[in-house]
């Protein structure tokens, strides 16, 4: 064989192998990519609003909702664990006694749980919501706080959007992050009960608006997307940038939820898709506070 085919050979092999230890190492993304591994083009375009959808959901009857309160929860804990020195003062962490009584609360005041998508489609005009209208968020997707909600939600018939890491939930063992595994029963179990969006697949960090790029903000929301189908996100800390929300609009998110003291407030159809308000639950707010919060 000549020296030029023996090279030939030698370097099909070679990408072979580097081939097959991506694939074996890593989830599949499905996406067009330079040679360092980033995005250089959108996973998916953004997916329009179907005439179904919007038949789905019905053009609604009556005064539409000028805002909707987007209420924020973090950690969802047994009382006993929120009474302990670790989480009494902590204002992301509540307990489920208390969640119980906002949520029994709603109940009987007739609010309406929603989904994003009926949100998002509220949001842009195609249909029309009750002022009693309410989307329960929960971030980070804490195993405690997701099954401690659950049968509170079921008991009052109503429901809820988990923000979840995807990396964490992908590698998780169950003790702190919920399992990939158990967000699939959850939904084949409660259908209906909790959606799961994405809150970033591995950029959950405090500084990530400041120190991703356009290509790595694509890059990680092609994991989520790809291994989780995601189409809802909250900003990781809930921090943003003109780079953050130009790439997750190009990665097919259709709306994102901002975070923080300069974020509280309700959502409007004023707002930026990729800017919509929220409003915090904190750990000890009063359950008169929530009213007041809700209405």
Request: aromatic share 10%.
């Amino acid at each position: 064989m000549s020296s030029k085919k023996t090279r030939t050979v030698l370097s099909l092999l070679l990408v072979s192998v580097l081939l097959l230890t991506t694939l074996t190492v890593s989830p599949a993304v499905t996406c067009a990519a330079d040679n360092d591994g980033q995005l250089d083009t959108p996973v998916v375009a953004p997916r329009a609003i179907t005439k179904e959808e919007i038949y789905r959901y019905g053009k609604g009857k009556g005064r539409n909702a000028s805002r909707i309160p987007v209420l924020t929860y973090h950690r969802i804990l047994a009382d006993g664990v929120k009474a302990s020195p670790e989480y009494a003062n902590d204002r992301y962490a509540i307990a489920v006694s208390e969640f119980t009584k906002q949520m029994q609360w709603l109940r009987k005041k007739k609010y309406r749980a929603i989904t994003c998508d009926q949100l998002y489609l509220w949001r842009m005009g195609k249909i029309k919501l009750p002022k009693r209208s309410v989307l329960i968020t929960i971030d980070d997707g804490h195993g405690d706080s997701i099954e401690n909600a659950l049968p509170v939600l079921s008991s009052y018939g109503l429901r809820a959007t988990a923000f979840i890491i995807g990396k964490a939930s992908y590698e998780s063992d169950g003790s702190y992050f919920i399992r990939a595994s158990r967000i699939r029963e959850i939904q084949e179990t409660y259908p209906g009960l909790m959606e799961f969006q994405s809150h970033t697949y591995d950029l959950h960090i405090s500084n990530a608006a400041q120190t991703q790029t356009y290509q790595s903000i694509m890059t990680d929301a092609a994991y989520q997307r790809n291994m989780y189908g995601f189409e809802y996100l909250a900003y990781p800390c809930g921090g943003h940038s003109p780079e953050m929300i130009r790439a997750y609009k190009d990665s097919g998110i259709r709306m994102a939820f901002v975070f923080g003291k300069r974020a509280n407030g309700y959502a409007t159809r004023r707002q930026n898709v990729y800017k919509m308000k929220r409003l915090e639950v904190s750990g000890n707010m009063k359950l008169k506070k929530f009213k007041r919060l809700c209405r």
